[in-house]
C-alpha cells in the first residue's frame, strides 16, 4: 500500500473567468473552478504546478 506522503494545495478561484482566453478557461475548468469563489484541493504535482502557473493571476493558492 503506497503512502500519501504529497502535499496538497488549496486553489481557490478569485477573478472572474468572463473575457479570459478560451484556454485559460478550459484551464480553470480541469482544476473543477466554474465561478468566482469555488475551492479545489489538488495534489501538488508538476501538472497542478504548469496550471497554476497558466492561470496564476486568478487565482489564491495555499497549501494544505
Do not use: F, W
Not at 4 to 25: A, Q, T
Amino acid at each position: 500500500m503506497a503512502k500519501n506522503n504529497e502535499k496538497n494545495l488549496r486553489i481557490k478561484l478569485v477573478k472572474s473567468l468572463n473575457g479570459r482566453l478560451d484556454s485559460h478557461i478550459a484551464t480553470a475548468y480541469s482544476l473543477g473552478l466554474h465561478k468566482i469563489g469555488n475551492e479545489t484541493v489538488q495534489p501538488d504535482n508538476p501538472q497542478t504546478q504548469g496550471k497554476i502557473a497558466k492561470i496564476g493571476y486568478l487565482l489564491s493558492v495555499t497549501e494544505e
